[in-house]
């Protein structure tokens, strides 16, 4: 099993529930106080996003097969 | 809540996808062999960098600063690098499927079984330590039951282990590392731009250090750049640094024989790198973890400095919210209870801490220099009120360093992100429990039921009991975590026990690797002297109050991590000498033939691979290593 895969998933379904969470409560500054004004959802789903296609892409064009 | 739970499905999900492989035991217990560099490479680092690891790193990072990285630069590297260019070919090419089986091949069932024995025990407790403290954990932040998280994530843990054995182990192992990271990399990032980023801390940090009292960080000033230097406020002397060590202590003590010791002869790292899929993987898998190992203080250290400096400046540059650093609790009526006896002091000429020790006797938990600055404001202002002055004194309690971690991520991370960095947490959690499971089984199964209780039966029969006593392990482990949960002092007793067993390891490993003429008998006496030598040193010497159990002390050390470096180096040199003697005494009973794979000048070299760019061949990967890591240090100096 090629545990790019997984990875790449997880990760990109996670950034995009923080994300579109981000994006859902982008007018709620009382909640970005914590984090210094900065809407931190939106801005690390996008990270955790770009991290899992990062994981994802290469896995799937690898088209050799795996040794097991 | 949302992201917690696709984590646990995914973790489940990889051990059901790996089922299918699971047709032996070499499989289940080894992972037959099989899987690429870069994941076992960063399963290596990951089963060190458990939960514990980082609220323990973090801790440190705001009670001694910046010399914590040692732990990561010095006390790591060079043992990963040699690990890799000079031991992994005997532990990978004599076919021995665990550490202690490499010991049997080498010496003989005596030691086999010393280490096999010790290391089993070890792994359940130390998984057993670490549910205990998610459940407190869970129970403390979310509020949830401690029984009910316990066995919940120890269900988790078992199912997936028991699908995908060390497989899916060593699978979620390289998840939660990247979990870790990219959890709590917005939280330092956020915490370092509060504080007004690094040049700002650093000079925080610098008045931190001569006037540490305040936040109880210490009773008198240390050197300047005690929180920000690695080096150079070391070699100022015992009292210039908060960790209170030397350099020799640090280099020989920690860089060599702790270091040494961990990772070169840890089954539970080694495990990690025998998994991989062949020789060169194998060799490769320390060095590739040896990349993020010198880069991951700035995840796990920086955050306890940040609190630091946090709590300095009482609140940060944009979050105005004052912040301190936790404290362990005092019931509000205790402390009330002590006020008289506070002021009573506060007349007579006592200082901080003859004070503590007298107020100590109704309040536990107090911090003699905070106490002392609240007997000064008392004795300037002797009508202060009675609630004020109690509030005073609840207010002195003893830093609760473990909680620095916590208290970051609940003053920068909204909702959405705090799901994000719990749950990273939680998987760190878990994963330590799967490392410790499945080393666990493989050694019991090779090197307790198959050595001694039922030798040649058939794999199916292994590949069973491999299965049970995952079971067994788990329940083992949540016993330990109740008994932990119940016996802290007891414990502590019992690490301090693993910690003499361990400290002269490696003395006879690199005896038995490299020369042959040492003998099995020598070698188990060594170890045995070793472990005798430890014990008597902690009972003869005395640091913070711990030690001199014997009787007498010997020698008073001005910290418990010095005195633990010392041990440690007094421990290997003894194992060293008792080895050589009696191999001078006693005579060889395996011939050279015997030894060839065992041992180095025996072994015939591994040609480099020319077909492999030049860039990734261990003896110089390892070299450049070392490099960047002389340069990490010397910027950090």
Avoid at chain 2, 444 to 472: C, E, F
Wanted: with cysteine.
């Amino acid at each position: 099993m090629d545990l790019r895969k997984p990875i790449g998933y997880f990760f990109l379904l996670l950034g995009l529930i923080l994300a579109v969470f981000g994006f859902i409560t982008k007018d709620d500054v009382e909640m970005y106080k914590l984090s210094l004004g900065i809407n931190i959802n939106l801005i690390w789903g996008g990270v955790l996003c770009v991290f899992g296609l990062l994981m994802l892409i290469p896995a799937l064009l690898d088209k050799s097969t795996p040794e097991k | 809540m949302a992201i917690l739970l696709i984590y646990v499905l995914v973790v489940v999900a990889i051990g059901f996808a790996l089922k299918r492989y699971m047709k032996s035991s070499t499989d289940f217990l080894t992972s037959g062999r099989s899987i690429p560099a870069w994941v076992t490479g960063l399963a290596f680092i990951s089963a060190n960098l458990g939960a514990l690891e980082l609220v323990g790193m973090a801790a440190s990072g705001a009670k001694y600063g910046m010399m914590t990285c040692h732990f990561y630069w010095i006390g790591a590297i060079l043992a990963m690098v040699f690990l890799a260019v000079f031991m992994m070919p005997f532990y990978y090419g004599s076919k021995a499927r665990s550490v202690p089986e490499y010991l049997n091949m080498r010496f003989d069932g005596r030691v086999r079984t010393l280490n096999s024995v010790s290391f089993a025990i070890m792994t359940v407790f130390a998984s057993g330590i670490s549910m205990n403290e998610l459940a407190k954990l869970l129970n403390a932040l979310l509020g949830w039951n401690y029984d009910l998280s316990l066995w919940i994530c120890s269900g988790v843990v078992l199912l997936y282990v028991l699908k995908g054995g060390l497989t899916s182990a060593i699978y979620t192992e390289v998840l939660q590392f990247f979990m870790i990271i990219l959890g709590f990399a917005p939280v330092v990032w956020l915490g370092l731009k509060d504080v007004g980023g690094y040049g700002a801390l650093e000079g925080t940090l610098k008045q931190v250090a001569v006037a540490p009292q305040a936040l109880g960080l210490g009773d008198k000033a240390y050197a300047s750049n005690a929180w920000v230097s690695t080096w150079d406020v070391m070699f100022q002397g015992t009292a210039a640094n908060p960790m209170g060590v030397d350099w020799f202590g640090m280099m020989f003590g920690l860089g060599f024989v702790l270091a040494f010791g961990y990772w070169c002869t840890n089954f539970l790292v080694v495990q990690r790198a025998m998994a991989a899929k062949n020789m060169s993987a194998a060799r490769r898998t320390p060095l590739i973890g040896a990349i993020p190992k010198m880069l991951i203080p700035v995840l796990v250290i920086l955050p306890g400095m940040i609190a630091v400096g946090l709590a300095s400046a009482g609140k940060g540059k944009i979050n105005q919210e004052t912040y301190e650093l936790p404290r362990k609790e005092l019931a509000m009526e205790k402390c009330a209870a002590a006020v008289p006896v506070v002021r009573e002091i506060a007349k007579s000429n006592l200082g901080p801490n003859k004070a503590v020790a007298k107020v100590g006797e109704q309040l536990k938990d107090l911090n003699a220099a905070k106490l002392g600055i609240v007997l000064q404001e008392l004795r300037a202002n002797p009508d202060m009120g009675d609630e004020q002055l109690a509030t005073g004194i609840q207010r002195a309690a003893e830093n609760d360093y473990s909680g620095v971690i916590f208290s970051l991520v609940k003053r920068f991370c909204p909702p959405g992100l705090l799901g994000l960095a719990l749950t990273a947490l939680l998987a760190s959690f878990m994963s330590g429990m799967a490392g410790n499971v499945t080393a666990f089984n493989a050694i019991w199964t090779y090197d307790i039921y198959q050595a001694y209780l039922a030798p040649n039966k058939s794999d199916d029969h292994y590949l069973w009991m491999g299965r049970a006593i995952t079971v067994v392990g788990i329940v083992v482990s949540i016993g330990c975590a109740y008994f932990a949960k119940m016996y802290n002092n007891a414990m502590d007793v019992i690490q301090l026990v693993f910690g003499f067993v361990n400290a002269p390891l490696f003395a006879t490993f690199m005896l038995g690797m490299f020369s042959r003429r040492t003998t099995p008998t020598a070698a188990f006496y060594g170890l045995f002297g070793g472990i005798g030598v430890s014990a008597m040193f902690h009972g003869l010497t005395v640091a913070e109050g711990k030690g001199g159990w014997l009787g007498a002390n010997l020698h008073q050390f001005p910290s418990t991590m010095s005195q633990n470096f010392w041990l440690a180096s007094f421990s290997f040199i003894i194992c060293l000498a008792i080895t050589l003697i009696f191999t001078q005494l006693t005579k060889r009973s395996k011939s050279d033939e015997q030894l060839v794979g065992l041992v180095y000048s025996l072994t015939p070299k591994i040609e480099p691979d020319l077909t492999e760019p030049w860039i990734i061949r261990p003896a110089v990967a390892g070299t450049l290593l070392i490099i960047l890591c002389i340069i990490i240090n010397l910027i950090f100096w």
